[in-house]
T-cell receptor, first 115, second 111 residues
Framework: DVKVTQSSRYLVKRTGEKVFLECVQD?????MFWYRQDPGLGLRLIYF???????EKGDIPEGYSVSREKKERFSLILESASTNQTSMYLC??????????????FGPGTRLTVL | KNEVEQSPQNLTAQEGEFITINCSYS?????LHWLQQHPGGGIVSLFM???GKKKHGRLIATINIQEKHSSLHITASHPRDSAVYIC?????????????FGKGTKLSVIP
């Protein structure tokens, strides 16, 4: 079974702090994704990566950066956390498929509260 | 921009009822995914389909490509089916396959 793990289930930080959210997958997947999920808005893509050291902006990258130094690990960084970044953060991974229809496997989520 | 619209937003059913959740999507989406999210956050992929129909246990997913519409059906619903069901459209672009998500349908099945 594919396993996607996230470093914390719950996190509380102060405004202005630098926050690191870590995601690790154990299935040698090429693609990794960071989403945030907010009530009434659904899941929105922040950043994704299709290879080591490669990254692409998603729909809402402002205020975030990412790092992928190793294939299995994809980090989301909030350079200076703000209260409007309070949200559920979900990581996902998928295999690079030639069919163009890849299943994404999700981590358990990190509920971040910024005070 | 790809769009995915889901309905209803909330659904309450009695145990045993047949349930349908609907999803409409825009041009450019090559496959439709149905996902389930239980309280606590974890998301599980239920189905991925680009044509026809798929069945797994009491869950059935159908897609009509001409009408750009998909449905998720649950037969003989049970309280453990209570969850948020999310439909997502997939498309290839920018070097990867990406999903555009609907806002989810919160299903509550009452004993």
């Amino acid at each position: 079974d594919v396993k996607v793990t996230q470093s914390s289930r719950y996190l509380v930080k102060r405004t202005g702090e630098k926050v690191f959210l870590e995601c690790v997958q154990d299935m040698d997947h090429e693609n990794m994704f960071w989403y945030r999920q907010d009530p009434g808005l659904g899941l929105r893509l922040i950043y994704f990566s299709y290879d080591v050291k490669m990254k692409e902006k998603g729909d809402i990258p402002e205020g975030y950066s990412v790092s992928r130094e190793k294939k299995e690990r994809f980090s989301l960084i909030l350079e200076s956390a703000s209260t409007n970044q309070t949200s559920m953060y979900l990581c996902a991974s998928s295999l690079w498929g030639t069919s163009g229809t890849d299943t994404q496997y999700f981590g358990p989520g990190t509920r971040l509260t910024v005070l | 921009k790809n769009e995915v619209e889901q309905s209803p937003q909330n659904l309450t059913a009695q145990e045993g009822e047949f349930i349908t959740i609907n999803c409409s999507y825009s041009v450019g989406i090559s496959a439709l995914h149905w996902l389930q999210q239980h309280p606590g956050g974890g998301i599980v992929s239920l189905f991925m389909l680009s044509s026809g129909k798929k069945k797994h246990g009491r869950l059935i997913a159908t897609i009509n490509i001409q009408e750009k519409h998909s449905s998720l059906h649950i037969t003989a619903s049970h309280p453990r089916d209570s969850a948020v069901y999310i439909c997502a459209g997939g498309n290839s672009g920018a070097g990867s396959y990406q999903l555009t998500f609907g806002k989810g349908t919160k299903l509550s099945v009452i004993p």
